[in-house]
């Protein structure tokens, strides 16, 4: 009787211990800007608003990556405590059965490199005597490339660049004093924004979403919360064909899609989302979908 409780369960955990070994490890690297781009910043006198951003972005970029759940995310930009501690446990001072050993960093299959390509930050303000008010408009532009590689070849696995364009308004009594800078919450809004785009983007490059489940007329989808799917959007289900050779230079270029139906979301959850189809011409399970 135990074995034969005991065995489906091994197997689960057999199985678990498949899937999780078949996710890809991603190390990210600090975001970076061209010292052309720096030196321009700085006579502008934005250096200390980029600054923020990419500081912002470094964080907001690993938990976007996170939480797409596609990849095993590690970070290489602040390893130098986790260095320490792993020399620490290995001083013969801490108990071997649970000290952090050295030279046990997990390697990554992937390594993401963000780099600012551009930015541009205006102030603008408009001063009404006559009623007291100072009126400041701040408007920033930013844009950036994400380069996914192949560690193993060096190669470019594929990128995603990000354009964004944010506008925040303040209004002041002239008379009163203000210490800080309120419109500060517009850089955190811009990194948070952009490692949602970033991470979203490489997901849906590497791991196109698809059709977890059919029944009747409603599909569910593997994409959930944070993954830029509302309800009310209309996606279109393709079935994935033979792979396409370039003629001329051999490169493979993927996979034929065959569009088979369309969908509107209705319901989205933290990982994945459901849809009514309107359109079925064959639509089953596995199936590649994509906003329209």
Do not use: H
Not at 55 to 62: F, G, N, W
Not at 93 to 119: E, H, R, S
Not at 208 to 228: M, S
């Amino acid at each position: 009787m135990k074995r034969t409780i005991l065995l489906p369960v091994l197997s689960c955990l057999l199985i678990a211990g498949v899937a999780q070994a078949a996710k890809k490890t991603l190390a990210v690297s600090a975001v970076v800007a061209p010292p052309a781009l720096l030196q321009a910043v700085s006579q502008q006198g934005s250096n200390l608003a980029l600054g923020r951003i990419m500081d912002s972005l470094d964080v907001q970029l690993l938990q976007a990556l996170n939480e797409t759940a596609k990849f095993t995310v590690v970070e290489r930009q602040n390893l130098q405590p986790i260095i320490e501690e792993q020399s620490f446990g290995d001083s013969g001072n801490v108990d071997t059965d649970t000290a952090a050993g050295p030279f046990q960093l997990t390697g990554a299959d992937y390594l993401l490199v963000v780099g600012i390509d551009d930015f541009q930050d205006f102030v603008d303000r408009a001063t009404f005597d006559e009623v007291s008010r100072e009126i400041e408009r701040r408007n920033v532009r930013i844009a950036a490339v994400a380069r996914i590689y192949d560690t193993t070849s060096g190669a470019l696995k594929d990128s995603v660049s990000v354009e964004l364009d944010e506008m925040d308004t303040q209004e002041y009594f002239t008379f009163g004093q203000r210490s800080g800078d309120t419109t500060e919450a517009i850089y955190r809004t811009i990194a948070t924004v952009m490692a949602d785009q970033i991470a979203n983007g490489l997901a849906d490059s590497l791991y196109p979403p698809r059709v977890l489940a059919k029944t009747g007329r409603q599909i569910t989808i593997n994409r959930g919360e944070g993954t830029g799917i509302e309800p009310g959007q209309t996606w279109i289900v393709f079935a994935v064909g033979e792979e396409l050779i370039d003629p001329d230079t051999g490169e493979n270029l993927g996979q034929e899609e065959i569009m088979l139906g369309s969908a509107e979301i209705v319901r989205v959850s933290a990982r994945t989302a459901q849809a009514m189809l309107t359109d079925d011409n064959g639509v089953q399970k596995g199936q590649v979908i994509r906003p329209q």
